[in-house]
């Protein structure tokens, strides 16, 4: 069975930055993507950033984080991890990794096949 386990949410201050962790175990990762998403109070649940798992991998980022969010990967440790910086009151959320059967990027949650608990931000301003 494939689990992923999110770490390093936390609160922070606005301008600050957190490193999400997301650790995959269960299956062998290298022709999966993987995708960060992201469930505020009251809101759905939306796409945040995605990459696949192969060497020459791609990367699909939402807008409202280009140029702040960072995915990457350590295929040797089948983690993901999302660097967040100059975080906003808005990125406030439960941030949620998943990967799904297929190395095409996606950023329909629907897509993904599998998820992990979730992992709370906080940005007070």
């Known amino acids: 069975q494939v689990q992923l386990v999110e770490s390093g949410g936390g609160a922070v201050q606005a301008g600050g930055s957190l490193r999400l962790s997301c650790a995959a175990s269960g299956r062998t990762f290298g022709n999966y993507a993987m995708g960060w998403f992201r469930q505020a109070p009251g809101k759905e649940r939306e796409f945040v950033a995605g990459?696949?798992?192969?060497?020459?991998?791609?990367?699909n980022y939402a807008d409202f984080v280009k140029g702040r969010f960072t995915i990457s990967r350590d295929n040797a440790k089948n983690t993901v991890f999302l660097q967040m910086n100059s975080l906003k009151p808005e990125d406030t959320a439960v941030y949620y990794c998943?990967?799904?059967?297929?190395?095409?990027?996606?950023?329909?949650?629907?897509?993904?096949?599998?998820w992990g608990q979730g992992t709370q931000v906080a940005v007070s301003s």
């Open positions: 998943a990967t799904r059967r297929s190395n095409r990027l996606s950023e329909i949650d629907r897509d993904y096949d599998y």
């Open positions: 990459s696949t798992w192969s060497g020459w991998s791609a990367k």
